[in-house]
């Protein structure tokens, strides 16, 4: 195969690959606590019989911007928002333990508290059960208190607090599943510092101009490698025009 339609093949299909992370990231740009993920392009040599003279590009995804969203108040009891560094700790559908910036949360007919996507959040021993309430109140420690149906409205009992943790950024990964992890399955231990706040959730860090602005000069490279296969096309058919001339 002519190396320039290679080259120009193999770029056009890691730019596919680049837009589609940016648009990713553009359609959950309204979501709330959705990280961004980075990407990137880096040059690999062509090896075959000669030496490794043309160099073709390949996009990956290094990583996920971990900065924090803003803050937006929503009034509801069940939304809440961790401060700083922390995480909220909820059980994925493999069982296995992963964290969320922000929630809204709700009970289910089982008495369950789990996020807005059905996630159950973690407590001191596992899901967290909440008993038919009145009214339910959270705590900046994330100490969950219920008015229990039929008692009055002095009365408040603790039943389960909300698992909190603070690991360093680079022990985090994001998964294909879009849920944030410990590096290598790794779970952490409950942070006393950790602090949560109720009736707000944090917005995606998405900047919707920078992923458009991003997304139309990758089209444009696209549109570039495209011609580049429109003139291989053109070269090797005047080479064998010349040949039957000879």
């Known amino acids: 195969m002519d190396k ?4 120009s093949m193999t770029g056009a299909s890691q730019n596919s690959k680049a837009l589609q992370a940016h648009a990713n990231n553009l359609a959950n740009v309204s979501t709330s606590g959705f ?4 990407e990137q392009a880096r040059s690999m ?34 939304d809440v928002a961790v401060q ?38 973690m407590g001191n021993a596992g899901p967290i059960a909440i008993p038919p309430e009145q009214k339910i109140e959270i705590a900046q420690d ?11 409205p002095d009365v408040m009992a603790e039943v389960d607090r909300i698992k909190l943790v603070l690991p360093e950024r680079g022990q985090l990964q ?21 602090r949560m ?14 992923e458009m602005t991003a997304m139309l000069s ?16 053109e070269n090797a058919s005047s080479m064998a025009r010349i040949m039957q001339l000879s």
């Open 4 to 7: 320039m339609l290679y080259i």
């Open 35 to 38: 990280r961004r993920d980075f």
């Open 45 to 78: 040599p062509v090896f075959g019989d000669g030496l490794p003279a043309r160099a073709y590009a390949m996009t990956e995804r290094p990583g996920t911007d971990f900065t924090h969203g803003t803050l937006q108040e929503t009034g509801r009891d069940l």
């Open 84 to 121: 700083g560094d922390a995480w909220i700790a909820v059980q994925s559908p493999d069982g296995s333990e992963a964290y969320v910036r922000t929630a809204s949360m709700q009970v289910d007919t089982f008495g369950i508290l789990r996020t807005a996507n059905g996630l159950p959040v």
């Open 142 to 152: 994330g100490t969950i208190s219920i008015r229990a149906l039929g008692e009055t």
């Open 174 to 194: 994001k998964m294909q599943d879009g849920l944030v992890r410990g590096k290598d399955g790794q779970q952490f231990e409950p942070d006393a510092n950790a």
């Open 197 to 210: 706040v109720s009736g707000y959730t944090e917005s995606s860090n998405v900047n919707a101009v920078a």
């Open 218 to 233: 990758l089209s444009r490279q696209f549109e570039l490698h495209v011609k580049m296969m429109s003139t291989a096309q």
